[in-house]
């Protein structure tokens, strides 16, 4: 069986099988048919997969016996679409039809398909797992539990003559040396920096970053409601920096005033509540016929018998040749048998 998604589709309104399908055929041709016929939707329906289950055909033998087929209306190879996004991927198809078809009812039939395709709904993607990996890590083994003798039999009952098992003694472990109070010890913010909203903290370390923005305690409390502003319209502390810092003049004279005047001329947009992202375009579901013989992917109009024209052109060529062949081998074979009969006894 092919993948999901890929390998033998049948068509419907099929005619019931009988013993006289695929008669008017030549003999290759009807026993890869009969084959074929008998294969479960969803068979693998390549080259290489049928020539490994009908032994007496090599590759080229079957790739030709299909390319007769689909000339003769039987089946239609197509690809399509499926997915959205990064995950969108081709599946490839072989439409078969016990019952020969002509051109207008396989044309007709795909474009049912497609239609069908593209009404359906797009297929639900898997969420991304966000289980957290295990305590050993995703590329390791977990521990397994080692087997006491406790646990190897629970079933039965204590032998009380059993001696009972010894173990080796272990040397103890060496005792780990104490931890420094000072690393146990819990981090205190400073008493500075305690109590104070993130806008205050932000306009307090301008300086520590560039001499020329310092800003005193009292400065930092008249701008910190400008700068909460900032923060309130959903921008980082690091946004919010990076614009206060950037492009600095050699000599700032009033850090104040310059912040001031900063704070005002660069807040950036209120954003609204409301979802701005664009709506996800519905995936286009395309179906594509490809030619038996070469692959070649084009609309069912442009791939008359399921062959595109070069391969068209070279099966007409082969037919033509084999015809004139056996038309030889009959002339040769009927001047013998004439010979034969004129010959004096």
């Known amino acids: 069986m092919a993948k999901p998604g890929y390998g033998k589709r049948s068509a419907p ?3 019931a099988r009988t013993r006289h399908d695929f008669a008017l055929l030549p003999t290759r041709e009807r026993y890869v048919a009969g084959f074929v016929d008998h294969l479960p939707d969803g068979a693998a329906m390549s080259v290489k997969t049928l020539a490994k289950q009908l032994p007496l055909y090599g590759q080229q033998a079957i790739s030709t016996a299909l390319t007769a087929l689909s000339v003769a209306g039987h089946l239609r190879r197509v690809r399509c679409a499926v997915g959205m996004g990064d995950e969108t991927r081709w599946v490839f198809r072989t439409f078969w039809s016990r019952t020969a078809r002509d051109n207008e009812w396989w044309n007709t039939y795909l474009a049912t398909e497609k239609a069908t395709l593209a009404a359906a709904p797009a297929p639900a993607m898997s969420a991304p797992d966000m289980t957290p990996p295990p ?4 590329s390791e083994e977990p521990p397994q539990p080692q087997p006491t003798t406790e646990s190897l039999d629970t079933d039965r009952a204590p032998d009380p003559t059993a001696v009972p098992q010894q173990r080796t003694p272990t ?3 060496e005792p780990e040396p104490a931890p420094d109070a000072a690393d ?3 981090v205190k913010p400073h008493p500075s920096e305690a109590g104070r909203s993130p ?6 370390r301008l300086g520590r970053n560039d001499h020329r923005l310092a800003l005193s305690a009292d400065d930092c409390t008249t701008l910190e409601p400008q700068a909460a502003q900032w923060l309130a319209r959903g921008v980082s502390i690091d946004y919010l920096t990076h614009a206060l810092t950037a492009g600095l003049p050699a000599q700032v004279d009033s850090p104040l005033g310059f912040i001031r005047r900063r704070l005002t001329d660069k807040i950036p947009p ?11 375009p519905a995936p286009t579901r395309r179906l594509l016929m490809e030619c038996t013989d070469c692959g070649r992917p084009g609309q069912p109009e442009a791939l008359p018998d399921g062959l595109c024209r070069p391969c068209r052109t070279t099966h007409t060529r082969n037919e ?4 004139h062949t056996a038309d030889i081998a009959h002339v040769k074979a009927h001047m013998n048998n004439l010979r034969d009969l ?3 006894v």
């Not at 305590?135 to 995703?138: A, F, H």
């Not at 806008?199 to 307090?204: D, H, Q, R, S, V």
């Open 320 to 323: 033509e040749h084999t015809t």
């Open 184 to 186: 146990t010890a819990p």
């Open 342 to 344: 004129l010959k004096p």
């Open 171 to 173: 040397p103890a472990p």
């Open 13 to 15: 309104d099929q005619q």
């Open 270 to 280: 209120q954003l609204t509540t409301e979802n701005t992202q664009p709506a996800t």
């Open 199 to 204: 806008a205050y903290l932000a306009l307090a």
């Open 135 to 138: 305590p050993w890590g995703r």
